[in-house]
């Protein structure tokens, strides 16, 4: 459970990092990831970014265990998830699709 939330928390991080470097609210992304349930709300966005973070390292675990490199397996998923994430499904919600993807 310990290195699920951390990773949760860590997730979070390239939004934060890229609303600090442009100026936008650091708590946007968070707000729109509520949109996923509903409304662009950040109670609604944390349980969703929590939900979202729960299911994926579920899969990570399971994928990842007993790997060779599994620091190196799992940037490299985490990439391919956030592609996924974001690129793919997050473009099709308002909310999540005016973030901007760099600064």
Do not use: K, N
């Not at 860590?10 to 992304?29: D, F, K, M, Q, Y």
């Amino acid at each position: 459970m310990g290195v699920g939330l951390v990773a949760g928390v860590v997730s979070g991080a390239p939004s934060t990092a890229i609303a600090i470097v442009s100026g936008r609210p650091v708590l946007e992304a968070a707000r729109a990831a509520g949109a996923v349930l509903g409304r662009p709300t950040l109670p609604r966005g944390l349980l969703a970014h929590a939900a979202i973070s729960a299911g994926w390292g579920v899969v990570l675990t399971t994928v990842l265990a007993g790997r060779r490199y599994p620091i190196a397996m799992g940037a490299a998923t985490g990439a391919g998830i956030a592609a996924l994430d974001l690129g793919l499904i997050g473009r099709r919600i308002p909310a999540i699709c005016q973030l901007p993807l760099l600064p």
